[in-house]
């Protein structure tokens, strides 16, 4: 059967089978047409786009000149100094970031999130921080995003379905914002929560996931200089589809790590739930580090599909930031704690 087949699956679905087929039959008629119109949006944007992203780009550096003077108190995070933890790869086009995406409380369909979610309004937004912190605080997110100057950081996102991009944030270090609550000493962990809004995230009318999207990482973890609050894309206030108005990126670990739309950040003491481990704990654990070694129990991790390139490349031992995060992890059995 057509939608069987491994690649249409591999490509596509990070969803366990159980969900998939459930989901499959609730919207059995729109399956197949939405395979159909994610795949042409694919090949629409790698022959169409460059023009456009060489133009973005050009635009995100003269951003960077503006953005430092404080530019038009525009509240997205726009590109700012440049980072040295940005990868020098090439970056994926603005249109295949912006439109291959997987948001589910916009759409299980990576082509048709964008076209969900461009009436999505991020505003106005607060982020609550909480929990074991001396400091709690509810930040408006326009102050969140002054907290520290922005930078334009290129990094390499990972999805644990096999394909990958590069992509210019803008944002800082989440440590600064953990810096400013204060963690308790018995805070441990972080979980961080998307906004519940059946209204306005019209995917969450469904069940194909548990909502609100949580997501958690170990305190340690959120407190590398690598573990990212992005605000910013190419330069620009983030869209709707890749996570507005803020969101987690951790370029270490597989891409479902990188929460979107975080309207909540908890200090507790014990390891927080997670969306996709709640999901299917077998296939998805907390860690969730991109590892080649390491498969998915339903396909392997060793190589990954660069959009925009065809063929695939070997998948790098956390994503290529091993110098910088495999200490977190020494004494670790990484298959045990995947
Ligand atoms: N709230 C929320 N965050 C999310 C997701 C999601 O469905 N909901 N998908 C994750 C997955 S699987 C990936 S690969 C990245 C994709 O980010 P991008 O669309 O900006 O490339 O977002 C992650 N963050
Ligand atoms: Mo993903």
Redesign the pocket.
């Known amino acids: 059967m057509l939608i069987k087949k491994d690649e249409d699956i591999k490509g596509s679905e990070?969803t366990d089978k159980k969900t998939y087929l459930n989901r499959r039959s609730f919207i059995r008629g729109a399956i197949l047409t939405g395979t159909v119109a994610a795949t042409g949006t694919l090949y629409r944007t790698l022959t169409a786009s460059s023009r456009e992203a060489s133009s973005r780009r050009k635009k995100a550096r003269s951003s960077e000149v503006e953005s430092v003077t404080g530019g038009q108190g525009a509240p997205s995070g726009q590109a700012a100094t440049p980072s040295e933890y940005s990868v020098t790869d090439p970056q994926t086009p603005y249109e295949d970031?912006?439109h291959?995406?997987?948001?589910?409380?916009?759409s299980?369909d990576?082509g048709a999130?964008a076209d969900k979610a461009s009436g999505f309004v991020a505003k106005p937004w607060t982020v609550s921080v909480e929990g074991l912190v001396a400091k709690p605080r509810v930040f408006d997110i326009d102050d969140l995003i002054k907290l520290s100057p922005a930078e334009e950081r290129i990094y390499r996102?990972?999805?644990?379905?096999g394909?990958s991009?590069i992509?210019p944030w803008s944002g800082f270090s989440l440590s600064h914002l953990l810096d400013q609550v204060q963690p308790l000493s018995n805070a441990a962990f972080v979980q961080f929560e998307?906004?519940y809004d059946p209204q306005r995230m019209p995917?969450q009318r469904r069940s194909v996931?548990e909502w609100?999207?949580v997501?958690g990482l170990r305190l340690d973890e959120a407190l590398h200089p690598l573990a990212m609050l992005a605000s910013g894309?190419y330069g620009e206030a983030?869209p709707p589809?890749?996570?507005a108005p803020i969101?987690?990126v951790v370029p270490w670990k597989?891409?479902?790590?990188?929460?979107?739309?975080?309207v909540k950040i908890r200090l507790v003491d014990k390891q927080p739930a997670t969306?996709?481990n709640i999901d299917a704990p077998n296939e998805y654990g907390f860690y969730s580090n991109v590892n080649p070694e390491v498969d998915h129990p339903r396909w392997s991790q060793a190589t990954e599909r660069r959009i925009g390139e065809f063929g695939r490349r070997k998948t790098l031992m956390f994503n290529g930031y091993g110098d910088q995060v495999a200490s977190l992890y020494s004494g670790m059995d990484l298959r045990a704690n995947f």
């Open positions: 990070i970031i912006t291959y995406n997987n948001f589910y409380e916009f299980t990576k999130v996102l990972r999805c644990v379905e394909w991009m992509i998307t906004l995917g996931l609100p999207y997501e894309l983030l589809q890749d996570g969101r987690l597989y891409g479902f790590k990188s929460i979107k739309s975080i969306t996709w």
